[in-house]
């Protein structure tokens, strides 16, 4: 009974062994065949699986042109699962066809036939002796690199012909620059890093092969070359320290060019009689002290009128004397001292007529004597004295005349000072104004007595007229007394001789002329009246329109324009023509 | 044929390319330089081609593909190992080089019409290259001619080798593929060996510049 469950537990326990570890062995597998040199060649196999039995390996080859298997002849050369095939097994250009076989006690299992030709597996050794040596160009340090070739490698005879590669790198550095150097056994390197730490390496390839393995690494340190390049910068230095100085020494000489030229000096306070000193040192009551000016603010007003602007410097007296020297016959009477009448003309236009101060002048002269007249220059007398007027001839010097019409006369005189400086009026307005209503009064009174004034008009006849001549190349006036005559009606004064100009006052409507009166002044214009005789001395010729007598206003003689009349320049018209178409 | 000469033809060799030298004419070594780098382009071109050819080849091809024992030039004795093709003179081994060239004439253009019609999705880049192999082959030919002229008698030698092939490599798909392989595949080994015994003629006429190998 025990032997029975003890036949069962074996069989049992065989037939478990069995199923599990013993099978035939999985097949093998060549993983590579190599040749070094073209003249041996090894193989390497992979075995698979066991089956848990121990198992043997073989190699068997067949040449291409025999059908005679080989086996391997070395499996221990070349290492584990390795089939060495040495010079003598080794032919070229033939096929070999390689097998594996893999043999257990259970089974036998072949690998995949390889067919292989020598001269297409061939991968040599790495180069060998591999040197790097720092070598110097011109200063500038290289690295070269110089190998040998494997020593199985039959280069010499041409068997087999290798090229060559290779790498190099810093030590920091994990990226390798490659070189390829061809058939050649040494190789430079170029730009190195001062002081750099390179690692070297080579391999080699057949001509149609399989690149090598990298040859063992070689390091090497390039020197530091740094002192070359020092010796520049110092150059380099030393050159601009030298050129610096040279401009510190420049600038230095040049410092107050410099100065004025970037910081300009500050202008002084420029006060007169301030002492800058004495801000600087002194105290704010001296500085004060010295700020008031001794002569200011001017405290006499004497010359305040130096600061007047004068409109109107006439100066007549003494050209006029000397003019009228030198027409002595005529102009001597005329010629008088200047009497110091002040201005009172208001606005009267009377000064600009040559006739006025002509006539009044001639008929003082050549008519009859019956006066002491003078004709005066009136030198209106500024407050500075300089300013002078028409020579009123026939302003009548308040010494001779007595009559009240001498007076009036004498108030048409003053309208001959010029009224220009308004200032200057003030003071002798009031007599102006006081002479001028005289001469209305008088005017009037004249005009009522027109009547039985006939008689009278010879004492009229001592106005005194004188006529301009000409005005000379001087800007003198040369005058001449009015011819007094009769010509027309009683007490009217002649037609003068040469020509008498009226100012034309303006065209009417129908192109009649309208002629002002010389007179006083535009509201004062008493032109003379012919029968009256009334000459109040500023028109010396009366041609009336109107029969009328206006003697306190202007009578304006109108006279159909001609052309010729109205092209004369100054506006005045010739009325020698004019008045013959009227009695006057 | 690895004893015949050698060393009395190697001394041959050598005083001939002193001669050479010494005349002023380019020198064989440079002859010989550019001849193995246009051989080296040669091989390199067979080596792309077998790989494109690889890249799409049915995996059924690999097991009924002739050997290349069957390939036409495998009449020829060539040295199968380092020491017989060192004792190869140079006139020999430029005999050889010269024949393999030659016998590659008529294959190449039977490659190149097949390349046409080949049934591969890589038709155009092989057909390219195929045209490639030809031009080199050719100017390589005119080179040795050359070269051979320079070199003692024995390099005129040229051995036929005939190609029977025939211009037709298949008439179905695989086949052709397989021809075509098997084709290009001996042209690969034939033009490694002349390769490899061009530079071993050009190590050899190095000898005043021994940086050269």
């Known amino acids: 009974m025990r032997k029975v469950i003890l036949l069962l537990l074996l069989l049992c326990f065989t037939a478990h062994t069995r ?24 193989c390497w196999w992979k075995p698979g699986s066991d089956g848990g039995l121990p198992t043997t390996h073989a190699l068997y080859y067949r040449k291409e042109s025999s059908e005679t298997v080989y086996e391997c002849p070395d499996y221990h050369t070349a290492g584990e699962n390795s089939c060495f095939f ?43 002796k591999v040197t790097v040596t720092v070598m110097e160009d011109k200063g500038w340090p290289f690295l070269r690199v ?7 490698a039959d280069t010499r005879s041409g068997w087999i012909t290798l090229i060559y590669e290779l790498r190099v790198k810093l030590e920091e550095e994990i990226d390798w620059e490659m070189h390829l150097a061809g058939q050649q056994k040494m190789f430079n390197i170029f730009s190195l890093r001062s002081g750099g730490k390179y690692l070297v390496e080579v391999r080699c390839k057949p001509d149609h092969g399989f690149w090598s393995e990298w040859s063992s690494t070689s390091y090497i340190k390039v020197p530091d070359y740094f002192h070359r390049e020092k010796s520049t910068w110092i150059l380099i230095t030393v050159f601009s320290t030298f050129t610096f100085l040279i401009l510190m020494w420049l600038l230095h000489m040049n410092r ?19 002492d800058k000193q004495l801000l600087k040192n002194g105290k704010s009551n001296q500085i004060f002290s010295a700020l008031v000016v001794p002569d200011f603010p001017p405290a006499t007003s004497s010359n305040y009128e130096d600061f007047q602007v004068e409109y109107l410097e006439v100066y007549v007296r003494r050209e006029q004397e000397l003019v009228l020297e030198e027409s002595k016959d005529l102009h001597n009477s005329c010629l008088k001292s200047e009497s110091s009448t002040s ?16 006539a009044k002048c001639r008929e003082a002269k050549e008519g009859e004597r019956q006066t002491d007249r003078e004709c005066s220059i009136v030198s209106l007398e500024m407050s500075s004295g300089r300013v002078k007027t028409w020579p009123s001839v026939f302003s009548p010097l308040p010494r001779y005349s007595s009559s009240p019409l001498d007076q009036q006369r004498q108030s048409y005189w003053d309208l001959c000072l010029s009224s220009k400086q308004p200032h200057l009026l003030n003071p002798p307005t009031p ?68 020509e008498v100009y009226s100012k034309v006052k303006g065209v009417d409507s129908d192109n009649v002329l309208l002629l002002q009166r010389e007179g006083m002044g535009e509201d004062r214009c008493p032109c003379v009246e012919q029968e009256t005789n009334e000459v109040t001395g500023s028109c010396h010729k009366s041609c009336t329109v109107s029969t009328t007598q206006k003697p306190s206003g202007c009578i304006y003689t109108a006279v159909p324009v001609r052309d010729e009349m109205a092209t004369m320049a100054n506006g005045y018209v010739d009325t020698a023509t004019m008045c013959t178409l009227h009695t006057c | 044929m690895a004893h015949c000469g050698g060393t009395n033809g190697s001394k041959l060799f050598t005083m001939v390319l002193y001669m050479a030298a010494a005349c002023g004419a380019i020198p064989i070594s440079d002859l010989l330089d550019r001849a193995s780098q246009r051989s080296d382009k040669l091989h390199s071109l067979s080596t792309t081609l077998t790989q494109d050819l690889d890249s799409h080849f049915p995996p ?57 019609t080949l049934p591969h999705p890589a038709q155009s880049i092989i057909s390219n290259k195929i045209q490639e192999l030809q031009e080199h082959s050719k100017s390589l030919g005119d080179g040795l001619v050359v070269l051979s002229g320079k070199m003692a008698p024995g390099a005129q030698t040229i051995s036929s080798l005939p190609y029977f092939g025939g211009n037709d490599i298949g008439q179905d798909r695989i086949s052709k593929l397989i021809n075509f392989n098997f084709l290009l595949s001996c042209f690969r080994r034939d033009s490694h060996k002349i390769d490899s015994f061009l530079k071993i003629l050009r190590c050899r006429a190095a000898k005043m510049l021994p940086e050269m190998c």
């Open chain 1, 431 to 498: 007599v102006c104004r006081e002479l001028q209503a005289h001469s209305d009064v008088n005017i009037s009174s004249i005009g009522h007595k027109r009547a039985p004034a006939g008689p009278r008009s010879p004492a009229l006849h001592t106005t005194e007229y004188v006529e301009v001549q000409r005005v000379d190349n001087k800007d003198t006036l040369l005058l001449q007394p009015v011819v007094q005559g009769c010509g027309r009606m009683g007490g009217c004064f002649q037609m003068p001789h040469g």
């Open chain 1, 256 to 274: 107050h060019n410099l100065k004025h030229c970037i910081l300009p000096p500050v202008p002084g306070p420029k006060i007169k009689g301030f």
């Open chain 1, 146 to 152: 110089s190998w040998e070739p494997p020593h199985k």
């Open chain 1, 19 to 42: 199923g599990k570890l013993h099978s035939p062995p999985a097949k093998p597998g060549l993983t590579s065949c190599r040749s070094p040199e073209k003249e041996t060649f090894t």
């Open chain 1, 343 to 358: 201005d009172c003309d208001s606005g009267r236009g009377s000064c600009d007529s040559h006739t006025l101060l002509m």
């Open chain 2, 60 to 116: 059924i091809g690999r097991v009924i593909m002739p050997r290349p024992s069957m390939c036409h030039t495998s009449s020829l004795q060539t040295p199968n190992d380092k020491e017989q093709a060192l004792q190869v003179s140079e006139s020999d081994l430029l005999s050889l080089v010269r024949s393999l060239l030659q016998a590659w004439e008529d294959p190449l253009v039977v490659l190149s019409t097949s390349a046409n």
């Open chain 1, 86 to 128: 040495n010079k003598n097994d080794t032919s070229i250009w033939v096929n070999y066809n390689i097998t594996v076989v893999a043999t257990n006690a259970l089974g036998r299992a072949f690998s995949d036939p390889v067919e292989i030709d020598v001269v297409y597996i061939v991968k040599p050794n790495p180069p060998e």
